[in-house]
């Protein structure tokens, strides 16, 4: 069983930042899902368990920057320029199987989620 827990969401204005983090408790690839209200779940961004291969959605590329320390085996997520449309609780997971993927039932294991909310 994997652990995580993410934290680091808020309130912010329209074209401000913010990081979010996941604490895990094992070493797999692992991305970012966002939910808004009333919408499905939706892939945000991936990164390799070495940490040297990212994949970004089109809606944040450019904005959003995924990072890993393997050392305290925490996951990042920076967000810049952020949108109202960006606002979604946030979820981090964690695949065991496959490197790169968008799909979110291949993500075996998933945080509790931090709501990010961005004001216009």
């Known amino acids: 069983q994997v652990e995580l827990v993410e934290s680091g969401g808020g309130l912010v204005q329209a074209g401000g930042s913010l990081r979010l983090s996941c604490v895990y408790s094992?070493?797999?690839?692992m991305a970012w899902f966002r939910q808004a209200p009333g919408k499905e779940r939706e892939f945000v961004g991936s990164?390799?368990?070495?940490?040297?291969?990212?994949l970004y959605d089109d809606s944040v590329r450019g904005r959003f920057t995924i990072s890993r320390d393997s050392a305290k085996n925490t996951m990042y997520l920076k967000m810049n320029n952020l949108k109202p449309e960006d606002t979604a609780v946030y979820f981090c997971a964690a695949n065991s199987r496959t490197v790169g993927s968008k799909i979110l039932t291949e993500y075996e294991w998933w945080g509790q989620g931090t709501q990010v909310t961005v004001s216009s």
């Open positions: 990164i390799s368990q070495s940490g040297y291969t990212t």
């Open positions: 094992a070493q797999y690839t």
